[in-house]
């Protein structure tokens, strides 16, 4: 994470958190202030904030430190709800309907913050399901241009390396195309830890030992990717073991195309994912940071509900980094 916080500290942005009153979120955007790694927008009611700040012994000083912003009654009110029934309006959202969800989703009014430039990142999720944070960042934030799906990736820092897992949350069983769009998305994540990819596609078949609807997508994405990302050094579709042990893998196929071990390890669908990721996070004592939202048109990310203050904080900096990046490209 080295690299990630002093580029945070380097370029801080403004980082909206939309569930503002949560303790654990407080605490986190205190750490975020003491480090410099981002400007704090925290969303809620302002009295509710400033006593829970009273209450954890915080330092920082609204409308100083961090900015408030009320859900019941910010003077953008007018403008936000406008822009969510413009977004929405062909899908479902009347006025009336755009006036209620702008003052009590807090997920609607981040996403609208980010998607007008009032804000450079968010982060969501401490409350409530991911899927129905994921519908307010689709329907006001989008899709970045040219790509079809969100995907995330959550990565695992363990005594033996540092992993990358995706997807572990948001479609269930993708496609050959989505599995190669999310395989160059993750790898684009892990270069911005400063680690080169090294991408497995994981399957039940090792090198084509089974010939099961998911071994041949995963064989169908290798090939994808060959074409779109030659760069990429990749190689599948392959046992979890032959990932992860170069000696194996060789006996499998000693012309692999993948040296040394994996440590972006893309799997067939979102229940090996999920529950890939959540084993070694529980066995593998290490730190586990994400999920990273991959897809979105802006620097937009949805925490887990069990997410710690160091959790929010390092997602607060990935967050921030992930908006100057995308700034600096443009």
């Keep these: 994470m080295r690299p990630i916080f002093e580029l945070a500290k380097e370029h801080p942005q403004r980082l909206v958190y939309a569930e503002g009153e949560g303790r654990r979120v ?4 205190q ?4 480090e410099g790694l981002a400007r704090p927008i925290l969303i809620g009611r302002p009295a509710v904030i400033e006593k829970r700040m009273k209450q954890l012994s915080l330092r920082m ?7 408030l912003v009320n859900i019941l009654s910010d003077k953008r009110h007018k403008s936000y709800w406008e822009e969510y029934r413009r977004l929405l309006g062909r899908k479902g959202a009347s006025p009336e309907y755009a006036k209620t969800i702008t003052r009590t989703q807090a997920t609607a009014m981040a996403a609208l913050m980010l998607h007008s430039g009032e804000a450079d990142a968010m982060l969501c999720g401490t409350v ?3 899927t129905d944070h994921l519908k307010h960042i689709e329907g006001v934030i989008g899709l970045r241009e040219g790509f079809r799906d969100f995907s995330a990736l959550t990565a695992l820092i363990l005594p033996s390396g540092s992993f990358f897992i995706c997807d572990t949350h948001v479609t269930h069983d993708p496609t050959a195309e989505e599995i190669a769009e999310m395989t160059i998305l993750a790898a684009d994540e892990v270069r911005a830890f400063g680690i080169t990819p090294k991408a497995a596609l994981l399957s039940r078949s090792n090198f084509g030992t089974y010939d099961g609807p998911s071994s041949l997508k995963m064989r169908k994405a290798l090939s994808i990717l060959r074409e779109i990302a030659p760069e990429l050094e990749v190689d599948g579709e392959m046992h979890a073991d032959a990932a992860l042990s170069e000696n194996i893998r060789k006996a499998a196929l000693p012309d692999t195309t993948l040296s040394g071990q994996a440590n972006l ?4 669908n979102a229940e090996a994912a999920n529950i890939a990721y959540n084993l070694l996070k529980m066995l593998g004592g290490g730190v586990s940071i994400g999920p990273l939202l991959l897809g979105a048109a802006r620097s937009a990310h949805i925490v887990t509900q069990s997410v ?8 607060s900096a990935l967050a921030a980094t992930r908006a100057f990046a995308r700034r600096a490209a443009h």
């Design 265 to 268: 390890l893309v799997m067939p």
């Design 128 to 130: 409530g399901r991911f």
């Design 26 to 29: 407080l605490t986190a955007a």
């Design 308 to 315: 710690t203050v160091r959790g929010l904080v390092n997602m």
């Design 61 to 67: 000083r609204p409308g100083h430190d961090v900015e």
């Design 31 to 34: 750490q975020v202030v003491d």
